[in-house]
């Protein structure tokens, strides 16, 4: 993995490492508050020889040698016994006293030993320690003093002579009462446990990232699909309200991804510009509808006539979120019982006209695929310089794949962290078979978080320049498009070739072309 993956794992799950580090640092608060306090206290030793200047450096070797056999020597149970016998201290058995004793040498070769006790009372761990030292000075002068004998003078006078030991301990520093606790120490604990939290949340963001298999990039839906991204979409929370973002906050950000992706569209080709598009999506829930919506305004914002068309026909959303009364629609004109004109609503500066789902039939595919939406997206086409169709998404019906027949192509919707690899893929492969031209693909509700690192790994949008001054009505300024470029489309590649379709726009139908010369043959792959 690269560098910046990590940090993409970061902060796609930032919350998460967050969460983590707190848990960490509440469980070693938990942990400092049910720990009973231990308090330690110290006592040294000073061991030498008692030897004459003679041989007292050599001596002096011999006895620092000893200094670690007499630290084994504190930490033996007999050792113990003895300490608690001279201190009087009842109810502490042997074993326990050597779990909490410490014998150490603390300078090699310096004939030093440090004797720690540790005991829940700092009265209790002075006593003990104290004891300990003195039973050490005791037990040394015994078994380092050699045996005592007897001298007989010239006149018979027998004289008993007890030398002095060859070694000797003498305390240099007493146990005193600690005032404040060994453990758990709170300035040790929190910092520890948040450390600990932090590195454990990382890992588990770092395999979330690794197994998550929803789609994050532009560069991801390329590589699936084999099409161009025209835009990314910035999640805003307030289009769950308020969907129509273009219209309500038309210097958002978010306003200008959308005329970035209309400018996109409109140079996609130049030769052969799209006028009837489908907006679909794998599965539902994407935000196809309001991309449809805010496409459609915005075209109609630069002077278009646009068309939008309510096609989805099991889940209309489009006129709820227009505020625009439903009722006849769709439906009612491929039925024959009412005419297109009439049920055209318009919106907003009459550049806009919207046409309803309709009553709900029972078919919806078959009258989607019918010949008469054939008619009526002539019809539409012939009055209109833009249709945009709101369809179904394609894998959970063939609603949208029938619609995209009918059309001049697709744009896809993928939704940013919901939409997974497969069902992405299986959509591009469903275009493929019924060999339908993609208009591009666009990433949707991008995390503001992650916007800089998708900027980064995006591999751009490719357009083509305008041809004429009348063409550059979407525009703004090259600066404005910059500071516009939305994560997950990437800056526009100006010098690059438009893509070429894999098979060339249908001629625009007559209504006098016969049937079966009108529409291409469909063939939709079995639902999965």
């Avoid at 018979?156 to 120490?185: H, I, W």
């Avoid at 910092?191 to 990039?217: C, E, H, Q, W, Y």
């Avoid at 906050?249 to 400018?263: D, G, L, N, P």
Wanted: proline share 9%; net charge neutral; aromatic share 4%.
């Amino acid at each position: 993995m690269e560098l910046s993956q990590y940090l993409q794992a970061f902060r796609t799950h930032w919350k998460l490492v967050f969460t983590m580090t707190l848990i960490g640092i509440a469980a070693a608060g938990a942990l400092t508050l049910l720990l009973t306090p231990q308090y330690a206290s110290s006592a040294q030793l000073y061991i030498t020889t008692s030897g004459t200047e003679t041989n007292s450096a050599q001596a002096n070797i011999v006895a620092q040698d000893k200094v670690p056999s007499y630290a084994l020597l504190a930490t033996t149970s007999d050792f113990a016994q003895r300490a608690l016998t001279a201190a009087g201290v009842d109810g502490v058995p042997p074993g326990e006293l050597v779990s909490k004793i410490e014998a150490t040498v603390p300078v090699p070769d310096a004939g030093i030993l440090q004797i720690t006790v540790t005991d829940d009372s700092p009265q209790r761990a002075q006593t003990l320690v104290n004891a300990i030292a003195t039973q050490m000075v005791e037990y040394i002068r015994e078994v380092e003093t050699p045996a005592p004998f007897q001298i007989t003078d010239a006149n018979g006078v027998v004289t008993t002579t007890t030398p002095n030991p060859d070694y000797k301990a003498t305390v240099t520093q007493t146990g005193n009462v600690s005032g404040e606790p060994l453990y758990p120490d709170p300035m040790l604990n929190l910092p520890l446990g948040a450390i600990v939290g932090l590195l454990l949340g990382l890992v588990l963001a770092l395999i979330r990232f690794l197994m998550d298999n929803t789609v994050k990039s532009s560069k991801q839906i390329e590589e699936l699909t084999g099409a161009t991204s025209i835009g990314g979409v910035l999640y805003d929370a307030d289009m769950a309200s308020r969907p129509l973002v273009t219209q309500h906050k038309a210097q958002s950000i978010t306003s200008e991804a959308y005329r970035q992706i209309r400018t996109n569209l409109q140079y996609v080709s130049v030769d052969n510009p799209p006028k009837v598009m489908v907006v679909t999506s794998s599965v539902s829930g994407e935000g196809k509808t309001t991309t449809a919506i805010n496409l459609a305004l915005v075209l109609a914002q630069s002077g278009q006539r646009v068309a939008l068309v309510e096609a989805d026909l099991r889940r209309p959303r489009v006129m709820r979120y227009l505020q625009l009364v439903g009722g006849a629609g769709l439906t009612n004109v491929l039925a024959g019982k009412a005419d297109l004109a009439e049920l055209l609503q318009p919106w907003g500066d009459g550049k806009l006209s919207v046409l309803a789902a309709g009553p709900n039939p029972p078919n919806p595919s078959e009258l989607l695929g019918s010949e008469q939406m054939g008619h009526l997206l002539d019809e539409l086409r012939s009055t209109h310089d833009y249709v945009v169709i709101d369809a179904p998404p394609l894998l959970p019906v063939t609603d949208g794949a029938v619609l995209a027949v009918l059309a001049d192509g697709v744009v896809i919707v993928t939704r940013y962290g919901r939409t997974r690899r497969e069902q992405l893929r299986a959509a591009a492969a469903m275009v493929r078979v019924i060999d339908v031209r993609v208009l591009g693909t666009v990433l949707n509700m991008i995390p503001p978080r992650v916007a800089a690192a998708t900027t980064a790994t995006a591999t751009g949008t490719a357009t083509a320049m305008p041809t004429s001054p009348t063409r550059r009505h979407a525009s703004s300024s090259p600066r404005a498009r910059s500071a516009a470029a939305v994560p997950g489309a990437g800056p526009p590649r100006i010098s690059s070739p438009p893509p070429t379709p894999r098979s060339p726009r249908p001629p625009p139908r007559s209504r006098t072309t016969p049937p079966t010369e009108r529409r291409r043959p469909l063939t939709v792959p079995a639902q999965r």
